[in-house]
């Protein structure tokens, strides 16, 4: 029957070369899609690192000489990082409260992000280049506010409190500076002819920023005392120090007014306030606007060039078994069975997608060689082509099969007398 079809195939390649064309590039532009939306799915659904639901940011503001209340400096007897460090424990004290932490441009989906550069302690070589890393400026309690775990899914504040150091790097860092082996206890320091050093003390899973977006090497610099932090915020505007935190099980957004009604004046230290409270769920939305926009652009366009396709490759073979029904029908009269007939239509057909198979690869190799697929978000392995690959090749199939089983089953059950009269 192979053969048969195959010399079926030969005879008329004058109508199927211009299927066998259409066919060919539909596969190609079928594959380029599908390894796209792929790579778009696979990266929105990786683990981010870390969980915001129920974290909330308390934004910070200061008194102006003539609001009321105000203290005068020479009547006050804190600093404003003081102050600051006695406002979170103020918060942290409510029962409602989970945990409370205080940092510096760690905030997720926020445009506040600092970058500084490291290099590896014990080397004397003052020509070593130094690799820029984003540094996240956090209390121990920031891991329990965004469930942070270790590399080997720890409870992240609990090795950071066991181990001594001041830096918790995360693994694509680890694996950056130490290629493959354990940064625990290992020393960084600022730059190649800086003469202190910073110890290592964790080492966390990978963090993403956003959800359309890949790991990046990082590192948190930890204030483990409140005197880090009172001189953390005495070196910059307390406003632009970061107070978050995270609610207990069951609190509900629709709770928080009460909540903050209910701490009154404990909200307020001195002349530093909290002027509002922001679920982290905002920033987020605000963040990823832009991008879902164009991701769902991106759904809509492909959902539409699906329809086509479909539409276009059933159209094509209905059409085409349609015009062969005179052949079918003689098949019948002489007395192929109705069962061997339809066999013949969708080999027929199924061998027309095969034969572009060899041509959609060297496709794929040229796509690859010239670095055109994503594989910075996604690495391009067997499991990525076999997906691609084979769902380019299904969803054809399914759709020739389509197309072809309903004329197929009408001509298989035509009379031998009205086949004759076709032919």
Same mark, same amino acid.
């Given at each position: 029957?192979?053969?048969?079809?195959?010399?079926?195939?030969?005879?008329?390649?004058?109508?199927?070369?211009?299927?066998?064309?259409?066919?060919?590039?539909?596969?190609?532009?079928?594959?380029?899609?599908?390894?796209?939306?792929?790579?778009?799915?696979?990266?929105?659904?990786?683990?981010?690192?870390?969980?915001?639901?129920?974290?909330?940011?308390?934004?910070?503001?200061?008194?102006?000489?003539?609001?009321?209340?105000?203290?005068?400096?020479?009547?006050?007897?804190?600093?404003?990082?003081?102050?600051?460090?006695?406002?979170?424990?103020?918060?942290?004290?409510?029962?409602?409260?989970?945990?409370?932490?205080?940092?510096?441009?760690?905030?997720?989906?926020?445009?506040?992000?600092?970058?500084?550069?490291?290099?590896?302690?014990?080397?004397?070589?003052?020509?070593?280049?130094?690799?820029?890393?984003?540094?996240?400026?956090?209390?121990?309690?920031?891991?329990?506010?965004?469930?942070?775990?270790?590399?080997?899914?720890?409870?992240?504040?609990?090795?950071?409190?066991?181990?001594?150091?001041?830096?918790?790097?995360?693994?694509?860092?680890?694996?950056?500076?130490?290629?493959?082996?354990?940064?625990?206890?290992?020393?960084?320091?600022?730059?190649?002819?800086?003469?202190?050093?910073?110890?290592?003390? #964790? %080492?966390?899973?990978?963090?993403? =920023?956003? @959800?359309?977006?890949?790991?990046?090497?990082?590192?948190? &610099? $930890?204030?483990? !005392?409140?005197?880090?932090?009172?001189?953390?915020?005495?070196?910059?505007?307390?406003?632009?120090?970061?107070?978050?935190?995270?609610?207990?099980?069951?609190?509900?957004?629709?709770?928080?007014?009460?909540?903050?009604?209910?701490?009154?004046?404990?909200?307020?230290?001195?002349?530093?306030?909290?002027?509002?409270?922001?679920?982290?769920?905002?920033?987020?939305?605000?963040?990823?606007?832009?991008?879902?926009?164009?991701?769902?652009?991106?759904?809509?366009?492909?959902?539409?060039?699906?329809?086509?396709?479909?539409?276009?490759?059933?159209?094509?073979?209905?059409?085409?078994?349609?015009?062969?029904?005179?052949?079918?029908?003689?098949?019948? #009269? %002489?007395?192929?069975?109705?069962? =061997?007939? @339809?066999?013949?239509?969708?080999?027929?057909?199924?061998? &027309? $997608?095969?034969? !572009?198979?060899?041509?959609?690869?060297?496709?794929?190799?040229?796509?690859?060689?010239?670095?055109?697929?994503?594989?910075?978000?996604?690495?391009?392995?067997?499991?990525?082509?076999?997906?691609?690959?084979?769902?380019?090749?299904?969803?054809?199939?399914?759709?020739?099969?389509?197309?072809?089983?309903?004329?197929?089953?009408?001509?298989?059950?035509?009379?031998?007398?009205?086949?004759?009269?076709?032919?």
């Amino acid at each position: 029957m192979i053969i048969h079809t195959l010399k079926i195939i030969w005879n008329q390649r004058r109508s199927n070369g211009w299927i066998f064309a259409e066919l060919l590039v539909v596969a190609a532009i079928l594959w380029s899609v599908m390894d796209s939306l792929l790579v778009d799915v696979c990266t929105y659904y990786s683990p981010l690192g870390r969980d915001i639901s129920n974290v909330y940011r308390v934004n910070l503001g200061k008194m102006n000489p003539s609001t009321s209340g105000y203290v005068p400096d020479s009547l006050k007897e804190t600093s404003d990082g003081e102050d600051l460090v006695r406002l979170v424990d103020n918060l942290r004290q409510a029962p409602q409260v989970d945990e409370a932490c205080i940092s510096y441009a760690a905030c997720p989906y926020t445009w506040s992000t600092a970058w500084m550069s490291v290099t590896q302690a014990g080397t004397t070589d003052t020509t070593e280049v130094t690799d820029q890393f984003q540094c996240f400026r956090v209390t121990p309690s920031y891991f329990d506010v965004f469930r942070i775990k270790s590399e080997d899914g720890k409870t992240l504040r609990a090795v950071v409190e066991q181990n001594g150091g001041e830096l918790v790097i995360s693994k694509d860092m680890e694996t950056k500076l130490y290629n493959g082996q354990s940064g625990m206890g290992r020393k960084l320091k600022w730059s190649a002819t800086s003469t202190g050093t910073m110890t290592i003390a #964790a %080492v966390c899973n990978p963090i993403r =920023r956003t @959800e359309y977006e890949r790991s990046e090497p990082c590192f948190y &610099l $930890l204030m483990r !005392t409140d005197q880090d932090v009172v001189e953390e915020a005495n070196n910059i505007p307390v406003q632009n120090m970061e107070c978050l935190i995270r609610m207990k099980d069951g609190f509900r957004a629709e709770d928080m007014e009460n909540f903050l009604q209910g701490m009154d004046d404990r909200l307020t230290v001195n002349n530093l306030y909290a002027s509002s409270v922001t679920p982290l769920g905002n920033f987020r939305d605000t963040m990823l606007k832009d991008r879902r926009d164009a991701m769902m652009k991106k759904i809509i366009l492909i959902c539409f060039m699906l329809l086509n396709v479909f539409f276009g490759i059933i159209g094509t073979f209905w059409l085409r078994t349609q015009y062969r029904r005179g052949e079918m029908g003689l098949r019948v #009269a %002489v007395g192929s069975s109705r069962s =061997r007939l @339809e066999g013949f239509l969708y080999a027929e057909g199924i061998s &027309l $997608l095969a034969f !572009t198979a060899p041509l959609v690869l060297i496709f794929i190799i040229n796509m690859l060689y010239f670095d055109m697929p994503d594989t910075v978000r996604l690495p391009y392995t067997w499991w990525r082509f076999t997906v691609t690959f084979g769902g380019t090749f299904l969803l054809l199939g399914l759709m020739i099969v389509v197309g072809i089983w309903f004329p197929a089953r009408r001509i298989a059950k035509i009379e031998p007398a009205e086949a004759l009269h076709y032919e």
